[in-house]
């Protein structure tokens, strides 16, 4: 299967709609209070072209599908594909895919999230740990495989948009001790 490449707004929306499936499939009360409040307030960013674009394109993509119900108004569902893509990013057991061969690119997640939000700080940097990222600096997380869709729904869970970047990067001055580290020398 080739792999899907996916903007923002399309991102958006099957994480709104994993946001549901995550409330199904948590047992815990205290995160559905997250969950509808991180819901809520990422559906009011999406802009209202933007979506019927992106539903569109999803659509085409076999990532969801609509179900036209008795009072002439559409569901939008899931469908396999859409939920094994969501599934991916479920979040105690989120991992990043190892391909067999190094691509020669590295991965680097910065952030500056305030002290006031230094909860949401802890768990985005125990998150990157259990993914498996080297600690550059404190906030400066490095590793060498594609990762961006699982970065942008730990951005997305956390609503952090603005305090994180991602960056891919060809080279850095101290490659040797990460692919040391990373096992990627011969």
């Not at 469908?79 to 990043?96: H, S, V």
């Not at 020669?104 to 909860?119: C, M």
Request: aromatic share 12%; with cysteine.
């Amino acid at each position: 299967m080739s792999k899907i490449r996916l903007g923002y707004t399309q991102k958006k929306i099957l994480l709104l709609l994993m946001g549901g499936l995550a409330m199904g499939l948590s047992g815990n009360p205290t995160a559905y209070f997250k969950i509808i409040k991180a819901i809520g307030e990422d559906w009011q960013k999406i802009n209202k072209e933007a979506l019927k674009e992106s539903i569109r394109r999803l659509y085409h993509s076999k990532m969801i599908d609509a179900k036209e119900n008795k009072d002439g108004s559409y569901t939008i569902i899931l469908t396999k594909n859409g939920k094994d893509k969501a599934l991916t990013f479920k979040l105690d057991e989120m991992k990043i895919n190892q391909p067999s061969k190094w691509d020669g690119q590295w991965r680097i997640v910065l952030f500056d999230i305030p002290e006031k939000q230094r909860k949401i700080r802890d768990a985005f940097r125990y998150h990157l740990k259990q993914l498996g990222f080297y600690e550059f600096q404190k906030s400066v997380f490095v590793h060498p495989y594609d990762c961006e869709d699982e970065i942008n729904y730990l951005i997305e869970f956390y609503n952090a948009r603005r305090y994180i970047r991602f960056i891919v990067a060809n080279s850095l001055d101290n490659e040797l001790h990460l692919q040391t580290h990373f096992n990627l020398t011969n």
